[in-house]
């Protein structure tokens, strides 16, 4: 009964490098979330996806950040030419269904930008 | 916009001792709140959540309580172990799906 999976654990890029960034919800949950933690910050809701859906995104930077689910594979946060304020710990988490239900949090990647 | 504070920032104890963490929020209309521990380099491990209509969630030596009229949350962590080091966040679940986070309370139970 695996949980949330992210992977790379670690991952390290250099300025102007793309960071590719995977999940793979609880077996059965087709509703995703990922979070942003900053270095002595709280955890920041990005967006929230269905199954080939962006449902919400309202809190995704602008430029450079996109996120998609689709329907074979896990979900993919992949972000375009990084920049050191991009080096955080990004979470995933899960849903069975979406609305008020539970999320299950993944062990988070840690992207370190030099 | 929901603002979510944690305090203290820190906290050291020795072991054996009770103690109190802190969590207040600015927006009243909540469906629930959460906490969780995080360990560091891990995840999130959800520990508590305590619906709206409820005053307090317990499990084994972890005690919440919510008071939404005055947006404020305690959690209560009786005889603290080495074990328990780690850090404590809360996160407000309001109108939607998004969870809101404080910045957690980190802490250290010594030997």
């Known amino acids: 009964n695996a949980g949330v999976m992210q992977n790379p654990r670690h991952l390290v890029r250099r300025r102007g490098q793309e960071a590719r960034l995977r999940c793979s919800p609880v077996?059965?949950?087709?509703?995703v979330y990922w979070y942003r933690q900053l270095p002595e910050e709280g955890l920041k809701f990005m967006v929230y996806?269905?199954?080939?859906?962006?449902?919400?995104e309202s809190g995704m930077p602008k430029e450079r950040f996109s996120a998609e689910f689709p329907k074979e594979g896990p979900s993919i946060l992949r972000i375009q030419q990084v920049v050191r304020g991009d080096s955080a710990a990004y979470f995933c988490?899960?849903?069975?269904?979406?609305?008020?239900?539970?999320?299950?949090f993944g062990p988070g990647t840690r992207l370190t930008v030099l | 916009k929901q603002e979510v504070t944690q305090i203290p920032a820190a906290l050291s104890v020795p072991e054996g001792e009770n103690l109190v963490l802190n969590c207040s929020f600015t927006?009243?209309?909540?469906?629930?709140l959460q906490w969780f521990r995080q360990d560091p380099g891990k995840g999130l491990t959800s520990l508590l959540l305590?619906?709206?209509?409820?005053r307090e969630q317990t499990s084994g030596r972890l005690n919440a309580s919510l008071d939404k009229s005055s947006g404020r949350s305690t959690l209560y962590i009786a005889a603290s172990q080495p074990g328990d080091s780690a850090t404590y966040l809360c996160?407000?679940?309001?109108?939607?799906?998004?969870?809101?986070f404080g910045k957690g309370t980190s802490l250290l139970v010594t030997p």
């Open positions: 988490a899960s849903s069975a269904t979406g609305g008020l239900d539970t999320q299950y």
């Open positions: 077996k059965g949950h087709s509703h």
């Open positions: 996806l269905q199954k080939e859906n962006i449902i919400d």
């Open positions: 927006d009243s209309a909540i469906y629930n």
């Open positions: 305590i619906q709206s209509s409820q």
């Open positions: 996160a407000v679940r309001d109108s939607g799906y998004a969870l809101n």
